[in-house]
């Protein structure tokens, strides 16, 4: 069974940081990019933050540009995103993805896995 548990929300103060973790298990994807979504009450879901299946390439939302950073470690099967200068406005739950490509994107359709997602509240 294939599985992607996030980990590492949590409540922080404006301007602090987080770290979140995607650990999969099941099956590995060292052959499909990943990617973090979020989606904040009453809103859609989406893309924050993509990496390639050599973790070559990253891809992110204008908003997070500078402030969030995509990783993974293929041996450990795991993907990271680095939260800094958190606003209020990413407060959200936020979601792990496995990719059915190798290079990301940021359609929700491309992504066949998907976390349960992870809550982060970011106060001012």
């Known amino acids: 069974q294939v599985q992607l548990v996030e980990s590492g929300g949590g409540l922080v103060q404006a301007g602090g940081s987080l770290r979140l973790s995607c650990a999969a298990s099941g099956r590995t994807f060292s052959n499909n990019a990943m990617g973090w979504f979020r989606q904040a009450p009453g809103k859609e879901r989406e893309f924050v933050a993509g990496?390639?299946?050599?973790?070559?390439?990253?891809y992110y939302q204008d908003s997070v540009k500078g402030r969030f950073t995509i990783s993974r470690d293929i041996a450990k099967n795991t993907v990271y995103l680095q939260m800094n200068s958190l606003k209020p406005e990413d407060t959200a739950v936020y979601y792990c993805?496995?990719?059915?490509?190798?290079?990301?994107?940021?359609?929700?359709?491309?992504?066949?896995?998907w976390g349960q997602g992870t809550q982060v509240t970011v106060s001012s």
């Open positions: 990496i390639s299946w050599t973790g070559s390439s990253t």
């Open positions: 993805a496995a990719s059915k490509l190798r290079y990301s994107s940021n359609y929700g359709g491309d992504y066949e896995y």
